[in-house]
């Protein structure tokens, strides 16, 4: 009876042993492998990702005039949008950060801070509360988000939720994303720009951050 007693407490704990160790090592290889994918996705040309341009359903892009160059408000100051979502307006001290560059529901900053971050000469690509819920596309977006660089100005690019508690004019129809970017010059001289889209393509994202540059900005050389 000892001797079965003793091999049951050693097979015991050899199960504990070995699943310490898996456990251990799921640990340790999770964010291994989020780093990785944080590579690839950064390493990807952002043309390739999702549907191509013309299969996006976008629609022409829309010039805004713009309000609210440097005109920057006390933390929790209630702010009202004359579009949705917003190219320019009345924001926050501080902008959200240069190293990120996705956003879900659960972290996003106010709209106040991502305002400043169009000043700055960000373009952020919106999505609605539909795309938040559908795992596959989130996806995408991430990844088309995490192919803007880290490391240089130019990569001003950001993807974040747009809810409805954000309020301003619904959408058109059938568009769950959008993107938004707010022009440089003079204040008077100033244009909003957005473009909605039904699906998320990374080529038609270019093709915007191509004819709208970080460059082009109230304050282009600002993170």
């Known amino acids: 009876m000892q001797q079965s007693q003793a091999r049951a407490d050693r097979r015991r704990t050899i199960f504990v042993v070995a699943a310490a160790i898996v456990v251990g090592l799921a640990i340790v290889a999770y964010p291994a492998v989020r780093l990785v994918q944080d590579s690839r996705d ?84 919106w999505y609605s509360e539909k795309v938040a819920a559908d795992s596959d596309k989130l996806r995408t977006v991430e990844k088309i988000a995490k192919s803007y660089s880290s490391s240089d100005l130019s990569g001003k690019f950001l993807a974040a939720p747009y809810q409805a508690k954000d309020g301003g004019p619904a959408w058109p129809a059938g568009k769950d994303f959008a993107l938004s970017h707010w022009g440089g010059g003079p204040p008077e001289a100033q244009k909003g720009y957005r473009q909605y889209c039904a699906d998320i393509s990374g080529a038609a994202v270019k093709q915007f951050t191509d004819k709208y540059p970080a460059t082009d900005a109230p304050e282009p050389n600002a993170a």
């Open 42 to 125: 950064r390493n990807a040309s952002t043309a390739e990702l999702g549907v191509a341009a013309d299969a996006a359903g976008c629609d022409a892009v829309v010039e805004d005039k713009t309000q609210g160059n440097l005109d920057h408000k006390p933390d929790g100051t209630p702010l009202t949008y004359a579009v949705s979502p917003p190219s320019s307006g009345p924001h926050y001290q501080v902008p959200a950060s240069f190293e990120r560059k996705f956003y879900t529901a659960s972290d996003r900053p106010a709209m106040g801070n991502l305002v400043h971050n169009l000043e700055h000469g960000y373009t952020i690509l």
